[in-house]
């Protein structure tokens, strides 16, 4: 019996090891890259960029994980880690949706439905999500099967046009000449 108890913990341990590592609570950057065994790296905020496009989530830092079993997480406080194997496969828009999202999560933000809608307004306002890209972010998505904690792909899908349109784009200010 003690032996069946073992399994199950080892297995439930396993489950957060496939997302990101298990390390303490709230690890820095730079302790999950060392306790990382395969070529992880810390990007210091303003650093990130992908198809000549910045990345950036306040003043957090984003670690590169190759090892990495997703496109990203952001299961610590602090930092967005991010899988580089994965995220040229996507187009730039889905990249920047997908780490926009972590970003939501990486700033409290828990439920996944919002953090879509929170990485959708932010796109939208910031003019890097345009419908096309909303398309492509709902492509990425639509075969999704729900869990835990995400509903289905069509149902995100659904989710984040709502938020889209209820998104205000705001183009950057004009310098006026005074």
Not at 47 to 59: R, V
Not at 60 to 67: A, E, H, I, N, R
Not at 77 to 102: A, Q
Not at 158 to 177: D, L, M, T, V
């Amino acid at each position: 019996m003690h032996r069946l108890t073992a399994i199950a913990i080892m297995l439930l341990n396993a489950v957060p090891a496939a997302y990101a590592q298990v390390l303490a609570p709230n690890p820095t950057p730079e302790m999950y890259v060392e306790n990382n065994r395969g070529g992880s790296e810390v990007v210091p905020n303003g650093k990130l960029s992908f198809d000549g496009q910045p990345f950036t989530c306040g003043k957090l830092v984003t670690v590169l994980d190759p090892q990495l079993t997703d496109y990203a997480a952001a299961p610590y406080k602090g930092f967005i880690i991010l899988n580089p194997r994965v995220m040229p496969k996507v187009s730039t828009p889905v990249k920047l949706w997908i780490f926009h999202h972590e970003c939501g999560h990486a700033q409290g933000i828990r439920d996944e439905t919002k953090a879509d809608c929170f990485s959708v307004q932010r796109g939208r306002r910031a003019g890097w999500l345009t419908p096309e890209g909303l398309d492509q972010v709902c492509d990425f998505i639509s075969n999704g099967k729900p869990d835990a904690a995400h509903p289905s792909g069509v149902e995100r899908c659904a989710a984040i046009r709502q938020c889209y349109r209820h998104a205000e784009f705001k183009p950057a200010a004009a310098k006026s000449g005074r």
